[in-house]
């Protein structure tokens, strides 16, 4: 009879896994280490509406999803290669790096336990403690300098206790269990992400269009760069070759007594830079140096209003 309890119990997970294959277009992949099942239930209360937990053993999950594979979703293969060690699916079809940041900051501080890797650097603070001086001989074993002070442990130094990686040992664990340090946190841990057929890392999420944006002009000066330099004209240089091409006409410009309108600025600059230095500031005297400028203006030779064209390129061809 319990047999075949148990057999139903699993067939209706089966079924309820199937389902949301069905309902669902995207999932997480995550780690449940270190995640009691309390946490757990305040995780989905907090994800409720937005994605859906589903919890079961290994070789059941990969048990749906060959039967799936056979129905025609081979794309499921991918997930299925990464249902390894405690895993646990997390189904959505809500913005991915949305609920991705909403499942990455339901984590609970957790106490060090012996055997554990230190995920961060655990420094004990100088000071007083609430330890009996009878602890004494404890903290001399760890290396750690104290006295009694007012009927308690006082820690004379800033201790390192353990460092980021390295696994805890018992007497550090009892130590910050005994100080109420709880130094870690503990959550689901975002292994893969599966979106429409596609499985890849969470790294991915963190891309932003700015920085695709970014990566897109970078490559389409690189290849406005080799098209110039091998001299094959393509749509990212005509930009760039058309700026080249105005460079050139301005250096010849200046060296000759040649000009078109879009010189006359730098040419009058080199012809007296002084001019130019004070153009800025705020008129002296009532504005006679903008009058003094726009009379210099008038009388200049070199006037270009008259010159064809007034743009990069001449119509008839006759400046060239």
């Not at 339901?106 to 650097?121: H, I, R, S, T, Y």
């Not at 903008?290 to 990069?312: Q, R």
Request: a negative charge; proline letters at 4%.
């Amino acid at each position: 009879m319990a047999s075949k309890k148990s057999k139903s119990r699993k067939e209706v997970l089966a079924d309820e896994l199937e389902q949301h294959f069905a309902n669902y277009t995207k999932l997480f992949v995550v780690g449940v280490d270190n995640v009691t099942s309390n946490q757990l239930h305040e995780i989905r209360k907090s994800m409720r509406g937005e994605a859906v937990i589903y919890c079961g053993k290994n070789t059941q999950i990969r048990r749906v999803l060959r039967k799936l594979e056979e129905q025609g979703q081979e794309d499921l293969e991918k997930i299925r290669a990464v249902c390894k060690l405690n895993i646990a699916l997390v189904f959505t079809n809500g913005d991915l790096k949305t609920v991705c940041d909403k499942i990455v900051e339901n984590k609970m501080p957790a106490p060090a336990k012996a055997g554990a890797l230190a995920q961060v650097d655990v420094i004990i603070p100088a000071g007083p403690t609430s330890l009996e001086p009878t602890m004494t001989s404890f903290l001399q074993a760890l290396n750690i300098s104290s006295k009694i002070s007012k009927g308690n442990i006082e820690i004379l130094n800033e201790t390192h206790l353990l460092h980021q990686g390295e696994k805890v040992d018992a007497s550090s664990a009892a130590l910050l269990a005994k100080l109420e340090i709880m130094p870690f946190a503990y959550g689901l841990e975002v292994m893969y992400v599966y979106d429409n057929g596609s499985l890849f890392e969470p790294a991915v999420l963190a891309i932003s269009a700015d920085d695709i944006i970014g990566r897109f002009k970078n490559g389409a000066k690189n290849v406005a760069a080799v098209s110039i330099e091998l001299g094959k004209p393509c749509v990212a240089s005509v930009p760039y070759s058309l700026l080249l091409a105005f460079q050139n006409l301005l250096a010849v410009a200046c060296a000759t007594d040649f000009t078109f309108a879009e010189a006359a600025d730098i040419k009058k600059y080199l012809k007296d830079p002084s001019s130019f230095s004070f153009a800025a500031a705020p008129a002296a005297g009532g504005g006679a140096a903008p009058k003094a400028a726009a009379k210099k203006k008038s009388t200049t030779e070199d006037d270009d209003a008259g010159a064809p064209g007034g743009g990069l390129f001449d119509d008839a061809g006759d400046d060239y």
